[in-house]
């Protein structure tokens, strides 16, 4: 029972990190309707320009800073060249570019630092932490990571419920035209909403790469795990993308436990089935009534 | 289903002379030219056969899909296991033989495609891609599940049903046993590093709060050379016959219009060569799939699917099912894809999750975007364009000095950034643009497609 407890405990941080870059997915869904699966891409070559930084510097908090920013001009950059230009009645051309993107970043992230993975320098320890007479399946790092994620989820939900560039955003996801017709730039608020993503992909990546290796195609899998939560939590909600985030760190972690690593991607993939069959809409989504 | 096998019968008999026209001279290609050139035609003949399916999936019914790298890793599973395991066929007790392993895994994916199509005819776009991206990640990893049966991570060696195994009799001669542990070998050295590769990504997760549990996790994961041309495995395989790629290239993509046919009155049988073989195998697997699909695509079921890709709505009043129709897509391309990947575990005389993993899927995607996203034709330049970059990426950079990191990413690069700017100018890749241009020279509208 303690392990279970256990595991439970140690999967907070990976979901924290999950819940993340699902939030960065449910971002730019809300905005544009597009699944963006060039997120981790973009997460992974912001990740490496930490990496590149931390090195030099030695600065956590510096690299942590810099990656922010990539993360944002990068977001910038995929939305200005490829999703703008986009005709918006080919939705498997949207798809598509997207993965295209994550191909070409993939392959820029091997060319510039190399295909080796290489270790993330570990910024605080990462030994559980001993009190109460025992020793704790969470480390001071763990509770950063999570600590930065509340951070960040409370800042977003300020951004949207107090401010007029969020309330903006609300009114551009909600109805485009209605929203420019009083007066909201939503091209502009489009961008911004990119660039947001952007940051929260960047974070997630730094957060998540001392907990492993970071190579180019190290966060595929964390694209699986993004995207089942924020699927299951429906794709247009912000406490849902959390919530299933956290949800599916438990899950991971649990079932890493008690089984093996390598079964965590199956559980995913099932799990995701599951949930497409019984509520395609997700859990947390507005339903709509759909055609056929 | 039925209306799956509902061929019209004049086209049935001009599609079967075509087909077979096509598949005599390609096969005189093949024997016409050097192993290497065989190894790159079987590639092209194996990509082609998976894209077919995807032409009907993507193109034709509007399904984006990055699942069929791991429907060709059932196809390859089912392969590898079932030549392995079974001695005779249950029940009929006849000897078993490469053929039957093929049979089963074509069944294996009609099956598994007829499941996923099941679930995916509910979903729209973005909701299928990402499903089927969990499969691309998901199904290699259930070989990890079940290490006695399917290897593991180091995947499984099988020996590859030689002609006296069973099939069609080719040359009655002795192998050269050179040729044969040269492949071996080859196919090892390939696949064992790409195999490796895969730990890191599951390990992502999971080497956080357990340091003690998770030291032996670890350690394989750090040394991991993860390499980012995982997307086309074979990428070094002709490393030691660089010399030999830029002429085997030009005869390769000579057999578009077939017209390099030269050398092929002296056909040279030194024995026994496993390359082409393997590469007459894909061959004539790429062209029963292709008959397959010129009979679905240009008959009533490929008006049925591009009417429920263009308005699912008044295709249902005309009385054509959705679902149906995405689910016989479905099952359609992973049919195609699952004998891809039985092809595909005959040529690497092995299967192993690190061959079928999410990069496989990506370029069935990229081939099939850039040949034509709803052109068999497109499909099959589709393959070309995948094997020829790559060497001709290497070509460039030996001749330019480039370093390795450069080298290898290279083709990933060019291929991420031409699909983007395939989909923003000319979404109907190389064919479809082709076409555009035709049309306008000849002042004629554009065939639909």
């Known amino acids: ?292 | 289903m039925t209306s799956l096998l509902r061929f019209p019968g004049g086209r049935l008999v001009g599609h079967a002379a075509f087909v077979i026209i096509i598949w005599f001279l390609i096969m005189r290609l093949n024997d016409s030219v050097d192993p290497l050139a065989n190894y790159y035609i079987a590639l092209v003949a194996m990509y082609a056969t998976a894209m077919f399916g995807m032409v009907i999936l993507v193109g034709l019914s509007g399904q984006v899909s990055l699942g069929n790298g791991a429907l060709m890793a059932v196809g390859g599973y089912v392969f590898a296991v079932t030549s392995l395991h079974w001695q005779t066929v249950p029940i009929l007790g006849v000897p078993w033989n490469g053929w039957w392993s093929m049979a089963f895994a074509a069944v294996g994916g009609i099956v598994v495609g007829l499941l996923i199509g099941g679930i995916a005819a509910r979903l729209r776009g973005p909701y299928l891609a990402g499903l089927t991206l969990g499969l691309a990640v998901g199904v290699p990893a259930i070989a990890n599940r079940f290490p006695e049966l399917l290897g593991g991570e180091s995947g499984l060696m099988i020996t590859v049903p030689y002609p006296d195994g069973g099939y069609a009799p080719v040359e009655e001669e002795v192998f050269v046993d050179g040729t044969v542990e040269g492949q071996s070998g080859d196919a090892s050295s390939v696949a064992v590093p790409s195999a490796e590769a895969t730990v890191s990504p599951d390990d992502m997760l999971t080497l956080d709060n357990f340091p003690a549990a998770d030291a032996s996790a670890a350690a394989p994961s750090v040394d991991a050379s993860v390499s980012p041309d995982d997307m086309l495995t074979l990428d070094n395989f002709p490393a030691a016959d660089a010399s030999a790629a830029a002429p085997s290239v030009d005869a390769s993509s000579g057999d578009l219009g077939a017209t390099d046919l030269s050398g092929a009155g002296d056909l040279i049988d030194a024995g026994f060569i496993i390359e082409r073989w393997q590469a007459g195998l894909a061959i004539t697997v790429a062209c029963i799939a292709a008959f397959i699909a010129l009979n679905l695509v240009r008959g009533r079921q490929g008006r049925v699917w591009r009417a429920v890709r263009d308005d699912s709505i008044a295709a249902a009043v005309s009385g054509i099912s959705p679902a149906k129709a995405k689910v016989s897509a479905f099952a359609v391309s992973s049919l195609f894809a699952a004998l891809a990947g039985a092809v595909f575990a005959q040529i690497l005389s092995y299967v192993g999750p690190g061959a079928f993993g999410l990069g496989l899927s990506l370029s069935l995607l990229v081939g099939v975007v850039l040949g034509g996203r709803s052109s068999l034709l497109g499909a099959v330049i589709g393959g070309l364009l995948l094997v020829w970059l790559p060497e001709f990426v290497l070509s460039l950079a030996e001749r330019g000095g480039w370093e390795d990191q450069i080298t290898n990413n290279a083709p990933n690069l060019i291929y991420g950034l031409l699909v983007v700017l395939v989909v923003l100018l000319a979404p109907g890749g190389i064919v479809g643009s082709v076409q555009l241009l035709i049309s306008k020279v000849t002042r004629r509208a554009p065939k639909g497609v």
């Open chain 1, 1 to 292: 029972m303690t392990s279970f407890i256990d595991y439970l405990i140690g999967g907070v941080s990976n979901g924290a990190v999950i819940a993340l870059m699902a939030i960065a997915l449910v971002l730019i869904w809300r905005a544009t309707r597009v699944v963006n699966f060039a997120q981790v891409g973009q997460a992974m070559f912001t990740t490496f320009v930490a990496l590149t930084v931390q090195t030099v510097t030695g600065s956590w908090v510096l690299a942590l800073a810099v990656a922010m920013v990539a993360g944002a001009i990068l977001g910038v950059i995929v939305q200005f060249l490829v999703l703008r230009p986009m005709r918006r009645a080919d939705t498997s051309g949207a798809i598509i570019a997207t993965f295209g993107v994550l191909i070409a970043l993939q392959a820029a992230v091997g060319m510039i630092w190399g295909g080796d993975a290489q270790a993330y320098p570990q910024p605080f320890d990462n030994a559980g932490i001993v009190a109460f007479g025992r020793i704790w399946p969470i480390s001071v790092y763990d509770l950063v990571v999570i600590g930065v994620t509340i951070l960040l989820v409370v800042a977003l939900s300020l951004l949207f419920t107090r401010t007029s560039i969020g309330l903006a955003m609300r009114a551009s996801a909600f109805n485009p035209e209605v929203a420019r017709l009083s007066g909201v730039r939503v091209s502009r608020v489009l961008t911004f909403g990119w660039a947001l993503a952007g940051v929260v992909g960047a974070v997630a990546g730094v957060l998540v790469a001392p907990s492993s290796t970071v190579s180019p195609t190290t966060f595929d899998i964390l694209l699986v795990f993004a995207f089942t939560a924020a699927v299951i939590g429906g794709l247009d909600s912000l406490v849902g993308a959390v919530a299933l985030g956290v949800f599916a760190g438990l899950v991971i972690s649990l079932v890493s436990g008690l089984s093996n690593s390598g079964n965590a991607p199956v559980v995913a993939l099932i799990l995701l089935a599951l949930s497409l069959i019984t509520k395609p809409d997700g859990v947390f989504g507005h339903h709509k009534a759909r055609a056929v």
